[in-house]
């Protein structure tokens, strides 16, 4: 309730699209191994960009 108005910070924009690009990894693992090492690839950089901050 009282978050409801807080705007998210930077590192958390990062981690949710951190959380949906390992989803969408994991996800197209099965099917196209190469979109997934994609996927994954993507992720990682925006790993080390939340540990840079």
Known sequence: MFGLF??????DKLYAQYKSLTKEAHKF???NR????QKTY???EIMKKIESL
């Not at 190469?34 to 090492?37: A, C, T, V």
């Open 6 to 11: 807080k705007k998210k910070s930077e590192k």
């Open 34 to 37: 190469k979109l997934s090492d």
């Open 42 to 44: 993507e992720a990682e």
């Open 29 to 31: 693992s099965t099917i």
